[in-house]
């Protein structure tokens, strides 16, 4: 897989305008369906035309899935491919003072309804996934779903996947590459957190490579913890050495995380998030460079403990 083909574009930011993330502020400026509906179509349109060629999508992204799919059918190309998502529902409706963003739920009717939504990406439609998979919402016992799964993947030919997310995502994966319905593995792709600061899924990585479907990379800039930002004074080494390999590459923070990930995760798919064009310009330098084996050695030095991540990543906000 060479460095285009490894990367994808996740569709969260384009979706809905409020994301567990560090962002800089906007200002006051006042939301604009429309507006965001435009700029949304504009970020996609550049991905293609940088030569992006996989989307990321859910219907947990607010109108993520809606833009997505207007514009794919459009495009009518053939060497586009969708992975999308089912078990989150949308609930803010683009108000920024919302209290409940999004809804879990891991039944078999809520699989059937938005089922009926993401089918219209077929052919496209490669990855079907179940977001955020895991022991507490009981989805990988719960029979009728996974056998339901299995029917999706058998009348449609897509391969069945999971998304993980927290500090236990190798005994969720674990698990997951166990199951079987009618004596086959259900589970051929995936898509886990990694990233400078979480390596966690590296011990169990060889076995990942073995599935047929895609392994999809999320959250490679660990919700904007990566780049450089005064409120985490403990991560200064890794900005100072960050900022000093993208200084020798001519390129971003972001393009050396995005970097990081290629290099290390052999034939994985890394997700650019970027919502505008300007950020998916600057993800897109990862494409200009390969970092060294030195380098890689010293920003795999800069991993932390799987609960720490996780703990920090829960007192983000949505903004």
Avoid at 96 to 111: I, N, R, T, V
Wanted: with cysteine; glycine share 6%; charged share 25%.
């Amino acid at each position: 897989m060479n460095a285009k083909s490894s990367i994808g574009l996740g569709t969260a930011a384009i979706g809905r305008p409020l994301y567990i993330n560090i962002r800089k502020k906007n200002g006051s400026r006042p939301f604009s369906k429309t507006q965001f509906e435009q700029e949304g179509i504009v970020v996609l349109e550049h991905a293609y035309q940088e030569g992006i060629r996989h989307f990321d999508t859910a219907p947990g992204y607010g109108l993520a899935e809606q833009l997505l799919l207007s514009w794919v059918k459009e495009k009518n190309d053939p060497e586009i491919t969708i992975s999308t998502k089912w078990g989150y529902t949308y609930l803010a409706n683009f108000d920024p003072d919302a209290q409940l963003h999004e809804l879990k739920e891991h039944s078999l009717d809520k699989l059937n309804e938005q089922w009926e939504v993401s089918r219209e990406f077929l052919p496209y439609l490669k990855s079907y996934q179940i977001h955020s998979a895991t022991f507490e919402s009981g989805v990988l016992d719960n029979k009728e779903v996974l056998t339901r799964l299995y029917q999706l993947k058998k009348e449609h030919h897509i391969s069945i996947g999971l998304t993980t997310t927290g500090a236990n995502q190798i005994s969720v994966l674990e698990k997951a590459l166990t199951i079987e319905v009618e004596e086959e593995k259900l589970f051929q792709s995936i898509q886990c957190t990694f990233n400078i600061f979480d390596q966690s899924i590296l011990p169990i990585y060889g076995q990942l490579k073995l599935l047929s479907g895609p392994i999809i990379i999320k959250e490679v800039l660990a919700n904007g913890r990566l780049i450089p930002n005064n409120n985490y004074p403990r991560y200064q080494a890794v900005y100072i050495y960050m900022q000093q390999l993208a200084d020798k590459y001519q390129v971003g923070v972001d393009a050396i995380a995005l970097r990081f990930c290629m290099d290390v995760l052999e034939n994985a798919m890394v997700l650019s998030g970027a919502n505008t064009k300007e950020h998916l310009v600057s993800n897109y330098q990862v494409t200009t460079f390969s970092l060294e084996e030195e380098e890689l050695r010293r920003l795999q030095s800069f991993a932390i403990a799987p609960e720490d991540y996780w703990q920090e990543r829960k007192k983000l906000e949505w903004n």
